[in-house]
């Protein structure tokens, strides 16, 4: 009898990083000798509880099967959305066998320096979850709801000024990896779907449904490659991490 549901990885990149300014996929950018990509991967070959990964790739990505990564690979390909790219992933893990109560582990391939005990303990809180849980981190700094004012502003130029400090109390900041269980992914996803909503995570979908997704706190050093200048800190945080 199985104790424990399996934890199926997948790791969405699909996307072309626009806001990255490059003209390759960012997931494909170089650090520290490895593709964010394979960094990515083989962070995920860390943990206990993770054998092979599911990346989920763009229809014309012809660069991702010819590299190397650190867990045995499955491949499908992603939609024009986020959300379209998981539920394709979630479907080809349905179609490999997954059960109901099993784990989904969701994973962006440009957080390529997620310590290996935050992806074992975001697993284990899901376990013991109804619906899954989220890496997550308090936000730290103050933060400001802005407004636009052109009047006070010469050649018709608008600018932002700071119109209230918002409280942060309960202001956390999502991370990756986010693990679900498979029945109340695909049941939020077909929702998501049949309302043409906009999401940009997940546990988002779940929020629509008032689902509780649980916060399980984070590094800070599991940031994201947004801009440019994020490949500094990621590739001086995956040398120190050595």
Request: glycine share 4%; net charge neutral.
């Amino acid at each position: 009898m199985k104790t424990n549901p399996q934890v199926y990885a997948m790791i969405v990149a699909a996307g072309r990083g626009s806001r990255f300014g490059t003209s390759i996929p960012k997931q494909y950018l170089a650090l520290n000798g490895q593709t964010l990509l394979q960094h990515s991967v083989a962070r995920l070959a860390g943990s206990r509880y993770i054998d092979d990964c599911l990346l989920v790739i763009a229809a014309d990505d012809k660069t991702a099967q010819k590299l190397d990564f650190a867990l045995p690979i499955h491949y499908t390909f992603g939609g024009a959305e986020r959300w379209q790219s998981v539920r394709a992933g979630l479907e080809a893990i349905i179609d490999a066998g997954a059960n109901d109560t099993d784990l989904v582990l969701i994973h962006d391939a440009a957080r390529p320096a997620v310590p290996h005990n935050d992806i074992d303990n975001v697993i284990t809180a899901a376990m013991c979850e109804p619906y899954g849980a989220i890496l997550a981190t308090p936000v730290a700094d103050t933060l400001k709801q802005a407004k636009s004012n052109s009047t006070l502003c010469p050649n018709d130029n608008v600018y932002r000024y700071a119109a209230r400090t918002i409280d942060r109390t309960n202001i956390w900041q999502a991370q990756t990896p986010q693990v679900f269980r498979v029945r109340q992914l695909r049941k939020v996803l077909s929702y998501v779907a049949a309302r043409d909503l906009s999401i940009t995570d997940e546990a988002s979908a779940f929020e629509h449904l008032n689902l509780p997704i649980r916060l399980v706190s984070g590094s800070r050093q599991n940031i994201k490659l947004t801009y440019p200048d994020d490949a500094i800190l990621i590739a001086a945080i995956l040398e120190a991490q050595q």
